[in-house]
Nanobody, 117 residues
Framework: QLQASGGGLVQAGGSLRLSCAASVRTSSTYVMGWFRQAPGKEREFVKAITWTGATTGYLDSVKGRFTISKDNDKNTVYLQMNSLKPEDTAVYYC????????????WGQGTQVSVSS
């Protein structure tokens, strides 16, 4: 199971760090990702990281502001979010998939991030 935490209410320009703790040890064959879903919008992929630390992310709106990292010893993945904007307001989910698959099959419960202007 995945447990996401760290969300909250922050003013524009502020920072938050989300954490995703896996209760089962994810192996080197897993990719951990962060997604977000704003009210009335489709869920969108934010960033992902492999066991070896390789990262991917294609969302232009978060480039240069969001960073994904992990602590293998703690079996935890982080999403550092800086210079937050009101449009970053969403429920953020962490998820896991096998490195050989394109589908995320394990999802956390989500954590709310709200950014006020």
């Amino acid at each position: 199971q995945l447990q996401a935490s760290g969300g909250g209410l922050v003013q524009a320009g502020g920072s938050l760090r989300l954490s995703c703790a896996a209760s089962v040890r994810t192996s080197s064959t897993y990719v951990m990702g962060w997604f977000r879903q704003a009210p009335g919008k489709e869920r969108e992929f934010v960033k992902a990281i492999t066991w070896t630390g390789a990262t991917t992310g294609y969302l232009d709106s978060v480039k240069g502001r969001f960073t994904i990292s992990k602590d293998n010893d703690k079996n935890t993945v982080y999403l550092q979010m800086n210079s937050l904007k009101p449009e970053d307001t969403a429920v953020y989910y962490c998820a896991a998939r096998a490195i050989t698959s394109s589908e995320y099959h394990l999802w956390g419960q989500g954590t709310q991030v709200s950014v006020s202007s």
